[in-house]
């Protein structure tokens, strides 16, 4: 199939599953990519826990952190539909730091998250993204915010209404009354950005390689798979992978090695207009694009 066939197949998916994306596949071998829209920025939501397990754990590494300490964390005793995790426990948790990690980028688990913000907070986080060199990724607020938005305060059976004001609210250069919603406001970063944490993960660079080794454990051992993971994952490849998700945001970012030795970065973003909380149809448009673009990379390059 031609480039411009797969562009145009690329682009009437996303359109007929009501997405806007910012997409790219990179060759981790060659460095070679293909993307749509791949500098444009977005929201991050959950994505911004894999800048956050850096950061701690190079921290850790230098010393400034002991990851088998245990922390205490608070019952939040959420009753609502909504992520999983430590947020919904009844009672106090004694967890370590460690274990904490795990759970907040294998299952997303907010609460573990802002426990480890506790002692790294965003600007820490910031701060260890500019020393390793990793620019485009901007990190405002810890993941409580995420479970505060229109949607939260709603019943569950109306939250398509919280997406519905979520799509007639934004602005023609992407700002929000949203908070989360807002690029200005919320953590954020594009396709590119996410994509450059990724090669930085999987191909020597100033990332301690234990850093990197447990970082990209934590992606692999991810429970939630229902994105891009059908169209990836095979008894012939590896996926290892972030969701992210905020109202209208349907995000996911990973690696795909394969079993002749190639492995290339994707990192898919997408904004829905589509009014609906369950969108199975975004999250299958999301892995077709993602599944044309590598295949269109892996067998005839840019």
């Known amino acids: 199939m031609s480039t411009a066939r797969v562009?145009?197949?690329?682009?009437?998916?996303?359109?007929?599953?009501?997405?806007?994306?910012?997409?790219?596949?990179?060759?981790?071998?060659?460095?070679?990519?293909?993307?749509?829209?791949?500098?444009?920025?977005?929201?991050?939501?959950?994505?911004?826990?894999?800048?956050?397990a850096v950061a701690v754990?190079?921290?850790?590494?230098?010393?400034?952190?002991?990851?088998?300490?245990p922390v205490t964390v608070p019952a939040d005793r959420v009753l609502t539909p909504g992520p999983p995790g430590?947020?919904?426990?009844?009672?106090?948790?004694?967890?370590?730091?460690?274990?904490?990690?795990?759970?907040?980028?294998?299952?997303?688990?907010?609460?573990?998250?802002?426990a480890l913000f506790a002692d790294t907070p965003p600007a820490l986080v910031q701060a260890e993204l500019r020393r390793l060199g990793l620019d485009g990724i901007a990190v405002r607020h810890?993941?409580?915010?995420?479970?505060?938005?229109?949607?939260?305060?709603?019943?569950?059976?109306?939250?398509?209404?919280?997406h519905a004001l979520a799509i007639g609210a934004v602005t023609t250069g992407h700002g929000h009354p949203i908070p989360q919603l807002d690029v200005t406001r919320a953590n954020a970063g594009s396709a590119r950005a996410f994509a450059d944490l990724l090669e930085a993960l999987w191909t020597p660079s100033v990332i301690a390689p234990p850093v990197a080794a447990r970082v990209r454990e934590l992606m692999a051992g991810s429970v939630?798979?229902?994105?891009?993971?059908?169209?990836?994952?095979?008894d012939a490849s590896r996926w290892s992978s972030k969701t992210g998700t905020v109202l209208t945001m349907r995000h996911e970012i990973g690696?795909?090695?394969?079993?002749?030795?190639?492995?290339?970065?994707?990192?898919?973003?997408?904004?829905?207009?589509?009014?609906?909380?369950?969108?199975?149809?975004?999250?299958?448009?999301?892995?077709?694009?993602?599944r044309l673009l590598r295949d269109l990379l892996r067998t005839e390059g840019p």
């Open 7 to 52: 562009f145009r197949e690329v682009r009437q998916t996303l359109e007929d599953a009501g997405l806007r994306g910012g997409f790219l596949v990179r060759d981790l071998r060659t460095g070679e990519e293909l993307g749509l829209d791949p500098d444009a920025v977005f929201p991050a939501a959950s994505l911004i826990k894999v800048p956050l």
């Open 57 to 69: 754990l190079e921290r850790a590494h230098r010393g400034e952190l002991d990851l088998s300490v």
């Open 86 to 114: 430590l947020m919904r426990f009844r009672h106090p948790a004694v967890i370590a730091a460690e274990d904490l990690l795990y759970l907040s980028v294998a299952i997303s688990d907010g609460a573990a998250a802002d």
């Open 142 to 162: 810890r993941i409580r915010t995420l479970n505060d938005t229109p949607a939260d305060r709603l019943p569950h059976d109306e939250a398509h209404l919280a």
């Open 224 to 234: 939630h798979r229902q994105r891009l993971a059908p169209d990836l994952a095979s």
């Open 255 to 290: 690696v795909v090695e394969h079993a002749d030795g190639a492995a290339y970065a994707i990192v898919a973003l997408t904004e829905s207009r589509v009014p609906a909380v369950i969108q199975p149809a975004a999250e299958s448009a999301m892995a077709h694009v993602a």
